[in-house]
């Protein structure tokens, strides 16, 4: 860094770039957005600031005929038996539940491309919180296993082998996947390893299958893994259903889930809090974060949005301070006592002083919760009410987090009203209000939130991940003009 130029220098001497650079990116993804929604004929879904009524809102979207369908609508052979498998595939899975949801369902694809036999997942307990937690404390795996019997071999684990009078373990060989592999990659190299060695063990697993696949039967795979083959256990489910029951006796409720867990910090460098905030928060990250970058990924749409800026978009919105609100997320910061207290009373506050009726599973959930309960479990009971939830509102929708899979979750369950704020557009609103140009701010804010399709079908662009719109692959229309759109026979 040149000596003499202050902060202050380096922001002004870089402002001007950026600013021709977004102004150019906003043009092209517009541009490109626009037209993706007028070939399908979904503009109509769109809202008008002078003509929303959020009241409308707490109802699914339009669905313009679509419904959810994952069956199967070619030939598709039954799995292999034992005799026919190429082999055994063992899948190691870390992170916290969502990642581990995403990996379950590539594990299954890939099993289904190799025609191989499938090891029931194992789940890395050192990757999250020290969870010890397995598949089968969080998962129902007898239902798992039932409902996807015509797509995959699955077994609880590998047989051992006899030889010569000798019972042995059967030898698992290693391989690491590249990043987003490919289909080909699996029928090829993984193929050729698998019949070589019997049995092969891919970690890490994480991100190992690419999302977008030409072949739309594997994509209603994945959809089959994840809307119907991965039911959280009863007493999870039972949990789940008792807090829903409790939000709705008094109406209406949204969910919301602010992203605010310690290892995402770490490990994505998202700096979340205000100006303000950001100088107590990167006291304590010093070690992670030797420079703020918060301004420069706060104005690409890169940062989360923090609960005070989800409670002024929901107010500029119309939605009034008596709209009861279900915050989903699973002890933050608990190994760390500062961030506990940060975040209770000074990251959450602003939030709770627009919206006093939050909620949290500590506060509806049946019974004193067990300070010892697994944070897999509650991660679990918080997807469940945020699926159930009449709206859901994600302040980030980053690979694998929660609000990925549950906004296609929601889409694929009707349709259901997710308020989705597009952060790249709103930053400069905000970043305006913070210094002191707050005039029109709402109206600004409306202008961008009700452009949206809040839930409804609409056309996957990349970067949008297929975990999070996966139409329309998986879904079908009853009188389609596309025969391939056409609902297959029950």
Not at 297 to 324: H, S, W, Y
Not at 382 to 407: E, H, K, Q, R, W
Request: charged share 25%; hydrophobic share 35%; proline share 6%.
């Amino acid at each position: 860094m040149r000596r003499g130029l202050g902060s202050e220098g380096l922001v002004r001497r870089h402002r001007e770039p950026a600013k021709l650079w977004i102004a150019v990116a906003a043009l092209v993804a517009g541009t490109i957005w626009l037209c993706s929604f007028s070939s399908l004929g979904l503009v109509g879904t769109f809202y008008r600031v002078q003509d929303v009524d959020v009241n409308k809102l707490w109802r699914s979207a339009y669905s313009n005929g679509w419904r959810a369908s994952s069956a199967p609508r070619t030939y598709w052979p039954s799995p292999p038996t034992e005799s026919d498998s190429s082999g055994y595939l063992r899948v190691r899975l870390n992170g916290g539940l969502n990642k581990q949801h995403s990996a379950i369902s590539n594990a299954v694809v890939v099993a289904r491309i190799m025609n191989a036999t499938l090891v029931l997942p194992e789940f890395d307990t050192k990757s999250f919180g020290h969870d010890e937690s397995g598949l089968v404390d969080i998962y129902d795996v007898p239902h798992f296993m039932k409902t996807l019997q015509y797509d995959v071999r699955i077994v609880m684990s590998i047989p051992k082998i006899t030889a010569k009078g000798n019972t042995t373990n059967l030898r698992v060989h290693k391989i690491a996947p590249p990043r987003d592999a490919p289909v080909i990659w699996y029928r090829t190299v993984a193929l050729e390893e698998i019949k070589k060695h019997g049995a092969i063990y891919l970690t890490p697993f994480f991100h190992r299958l690419a999302e977008e696949i030409d072949d739309p039967e594997l994509q209603r795979l994945r959809c089959r893994v994840n809307y119907h083959a991965l039911r959280f256990k009863p007493y999870i489910m039972k949990t789940s259903s008792e807090i829903v029951t409790k939000l709705r006796s008094e109406g209406h409720f949204m969910s919301v889930h602010p992203l605010f867990e310690l290892d995402v910090l770490e490990s994505r460098e998202l700096v979340l809090f205000t100006r303000k905030g950001q100088k107590i928060m990167l006291e304590y990250l010093k070690n992670v974060h030797p420079r703020n970058r918060f301004e420069e990924r706060r104005l690409l749409g890169k940062c989360p949005l923090t609960p005070e800026e989800v409670g002024l978009i929901l107010r500029a919105m119309g939605f009034d301070n008596t709209t009861r609100i279900y915050l989903a997320y699973s002890k933050p910061f608990a190994a760390n006592q500062f961030m506990e207290h940060f975040a209770a009373n000074r990251f959450m506050k602003p939030l709770k002083a627009l919206f006093p009726r939050l909620e949290n599973h500590t506060t509806v959930g049946p019974g004193k919760l067990d300070e010892n309960t697994r944070g897999l479990m509650w991660s679990a009971v918080d997807y469940m009410v945020c699926l159930l939830s009449d709206i859901f509102v994600p302040t980030y929708d980053g690979p694998s987090n929660l609000a990925n899979n549950l906004m296609g979750h929601r889409l694929y369950n009707g349709f259901q009203t997710t308020i989705t704020p597009d952060r790249w557009a709103l930053a400069r609103i905000f970043t305006d209000r913070e210094e002191g140009r707050a005039s029109g701010f709402e109206e600004r804010v409306r202008r961008v939130m009700f452009n949206a399709h809040f839930g409804g079908p609409h056309k996957r662009i990349h970067p949008e991940s297929f975990y999070t719109n996966p139409w329309p692959e998986c879904f079908c229309q009853t009188k389609a003009k596309n025969h391939g759109d056409r609902c297959p026979q029950d």
